[in-house]
């Protein structure tokens, strides 16, 4: 924040006046000593104390607007999550019986920790380290946990928009390159010709991708140089504070949406875009049945909202006092819902594309096979293949098809056995792309169709990059919060910016090598989901059990006129008895099961499943551990020197938060200031308490604060 932009200083020094019973008494004693009848009469002791107000709450940034903060909000919430994540879960688990989990989902987790973590944000006015060690100094792992989970999601995340650079490195040309699949000496290269050109040009000329996670080969140089400038970006748009974060905001959170509704238009004129929309909306709800479906769901309201990364806490401890929180939860909650349904239909429109295109292709080249067996220039229309295609269907379960079958066909003078390729619509749109491939591989085909397909290639991308950079900044101001609450930093913060860039830059090599895809998955899996889980479990139950839901519906009440409701009572109480249940359910899955990962067999141009080695499964439980260890390790290191867990065990009135000092004085601005007082107060008052306990009324130490 400029100099002049910051609000005037009220009431820097604080008058402690000490009414002391020993003070009187030191008097007499050296009026006696004296023998002097001329001793001045002493009824008190008057102690001036210049206190210099901590940085974090007079000199605090604050956003330049109301506007700026909520569309920052929805800017960190709707991100590249909403685009691919979501979708290919609603894919991957039947379309519409994917909805129904997630909704539920929304109202008993989302909303709720949705609207605490904006609440005690705002109140306390601190990062996520702040909040929770002002609550209980029980309670610091908490903060620290989140901010251990934002470094390790901010890694793989910043190469997610690294991907999207070098995408839209390579719309800028008057060709697309993954409009055609290469040729070595005039002949198509069989990998390409397996697949398809923007696949192929995904795994083999983006990733390079090695057969397996354990081969990790070489660096990718050009994806090196896009992950620098991808951390480049976050760094500019960090380094000067929330002031240059807002003014980035009213680009990167209207952006997107214009270039949704752009898609949503091109995309239902194609050809099987309805065909795609009734896969996204026909429930098949068996698959309710499946446990992991509701895992899914349940983890993706902790990606789709940004709960628990700490960026939620950062972005409201930047708010003025008086902010209404509830309408800001409600406003944006209903349009991160309403984002992923919209960009879901978008892609779904495009999945229906594809597989339309890929099904028409597959079912040419088998008519051309039968007429080249039959020796004749003669093509079969779709109905005569279509019994061929059948076959695919009776001959084994559909979710276990093969992908060619050796059928029968009668010649002229003998019967032919002729190679068939199976062809089936709903296969294609079960498997037209999987996590980043709805981005990188289905979209990019329907480029392809558009007129002039860089333009589309350009546009779409910089979507994208502007989905992932409102994201990532949150994430990554999680983490910058964190430092300067732990105060283990004493530079300014384009210096702490700098060097958090740094390190995940340097860490996040190892994500372009070739196996970088399948390392992205593992940090995705274990680092971000169960990670996330367990510390949302923990802000519930210390907001509960420490701080107090009566102590918080007050503070709510204070600052946006509403007492939470019926609603938020129960959901607040019920949330973390359903995450204990679905985590360890999770936890269940996982051992009663092969977890496995996709990848890329050059042999077969296609993806495969594979289990995961047993080091790279302790790595990613290693992940877990490392965010979740902090919340009892910071316990129990104040249970074992209490003398570091500044909470007083006398005159306590809300928790130990504070004492019973009392403290006069008037809060003329955003509610700093009483903060400020609050604390320094506690510090005081501690050191006295003990001693004038004792004491008559008189010795209850009293603070003026002079305006």
Not at 26 to 34: F, G, L, N, P, V
Not at 56 to 70: A, C, H, L, T, Y
Not at 271 to 293: C, H, I, N, S, W
Not at 670 to 696: P, R, W
Request: hydrophobic share 45%; aromatic share 14%.
């Amino acid at each position: 924040m400029d100099k002049d932009e910051r609000p005037k200083k009220r009431g820097s020094a604080l008058r402690v006046l000490f009414f002391k019973k020993e003070a009187s008494r030191a008097a007499s004693r050296d009026y006696r000593d004296s023998e002097t009848n001329d001793a001045p009469e002493v009824e008190q002791l008057n102690t001036e104390i210049q206190v210099v107000p901590e940085k974090n709450d007079e000199d605090r940034d604050q956003w330049g607007s109301q506007v700026q903060f909520v569309l920052s909000l929805i800017a960190y919430s709707v991100g590249l999550g909403n685009i691919w994540r979501f979708p290919y879960l609603c894919q991957q688990h039947g379309g519409g019986a994917f909805l129904i989990p997630y909704t539920l989902m929304l109202f008993l987790e989302g909303i709720p920790i949705f609207y605490l973590e904006v609440g005690i944000g705002q109140k306390i006015r601190k990062g996520p380290i702040g909040v929770w060690h002002s609550i209980s100094p029980y309670l610091g792992g908490v903060g620290i946990g989140c901010a251990v989970v934002s470094f390790v999601v901010g890694l793989y995340y910043n190469v997610i928009i690294t991907w999207c650079l070098f995408y839209f490195g390579n719309s800028l040309r008057a060709e697309l390159p993954w409009g055609s699949c290469p040729k070595i000496n005039g002949t198509i290269v069989r990998e390409c010709e397996l697949s398809d050109s923007t696949t192929y040009f995904w795994y083999r000329n983006a990733l390079n991708a090695a057969p397996s996670i354990e081969e990790t080969g070489k660096l990718n140089w050009q994806m090196t140089l896009c992950l620098l400038g991808a951390w480049i970006i976050t760094y500019l748009c960090l380094c000067r504070g929330i002031k240059s974060s807002g003014k980035v905001i009213y680009f990167t959170a209207l952006f997107p949406y214009v270039v949704l509704v752009i898609y949503f238009i091109r995309g239902v004129m194609l050809p099987g875009a309805g065909a795609g929309l009734a896969y996204m909306f026909t429930p098949r709800l068996e698959r309710l049945k499946d446990p992991q479906v509701w895992l899914d769901a349940a983890t993706q309201i902790f990606f789709s909202f940004g709960v628990a990364f700490g960026g939620l806490l950062a972005y409201a401890s930047y708010n003025k006092r008086d902010n209404d929180c509830r309408r800001d939860t409600l406003l944006t909650s209903v349009t991160n819902f309403s984002t992923s349904i919209f960009s879901c239909i978008v892609i779904f429109c495009i999945l229906g594309f594809k597989a339309h295109t890929n099904f028409e292709r597959c079912m040419q080249r088998n008519g051309v096979a039968l007429a080249t067996y039959n020796n004749v220039n003669e093509t079969y229309n779709d109905t005569y293949i279509q019994e061929w295609m059948d076959r695919c269907v009776n001959a084994t379960s559909v979710n276990n098809k093969p992908r060619w079958i050796n059928a029968t066909h009668r010649g002229s003078d003998l019967d032919i056995h002729i190679e068939m390729e199976c062809c089936s619509m709903e296969e294609n749109l079960a498997k037209s792309g999987q996590g980043t491939g709805l981005a990188f591989i289905v979209f990019t085909q329907a480029m392809l169709e558009f007129p002039i397909p860089p333009f589309w290639s350009v546009i779409f991308f910089m979507m994208l990059l502007t989905l992932g950079v409102g994201s990532q900044i949150g994430t990554v101001q999680g983490v910058i919060s964190s430092l300067f609450d732990l105060r283990v930093v004493r530079f300014r913060k384009e210096v702490v910016s700098g060097v958090v860039s740094l390190v995940s830059f340097v860490v996040g090599l190892l994500f372009v090598t070739q196996a970088g895809e399948y390392w992205v998955k593992v940090f995705d899996s274990y680092g971000g989901s169960f990670s996330l889980m367990i510390i949302a479990f923990f802000e519930v139950i210390a907001i509960w059990f420490f701080y107090g839901f009566d102590r918080f519906g007050d503070d709510l009440k204070e600052m946006t006129g509403h007492r939470p409701g019926w609603y938020f009572k129960i959901t607040w109480r019920l949330a973390p008895i359903l995450m204990f249940i679905m985590f360890t359910g999770s936890i269940v899955s996982k051992f009663m099961t092969v977890d496995t990962y996709g990848a890329w067999d050059p042999e077969s141009a296609a993806v495969i499943d594979v289990p995961y080695p047993l080091y790279v499964r302790v790595i990613g439980a290693m992940l877990v551990v490392l965010a979740a260890i902090w919340v009892p390790v910071v316990a129990i290191f104040h249970l074992i020197h209490p003398k570091y867990a500044k909470v007083p065990s006398k005159g306590s009135t809300l928790r130990g938060v504070r004492t019973s000092t009392t403290i006069v004085g008037e809060d003329r601005d955003s509610g700093h200031n009483s903060d400020e007082v609050d604390n320094l107060s506690n510090d005081i008052g501690m050191d006295y308490e003990d001693n004038a306990q004792s004491d008559t009324a008189s010795t209850v130490p009293v603070l003026e604060l002079k305006a």
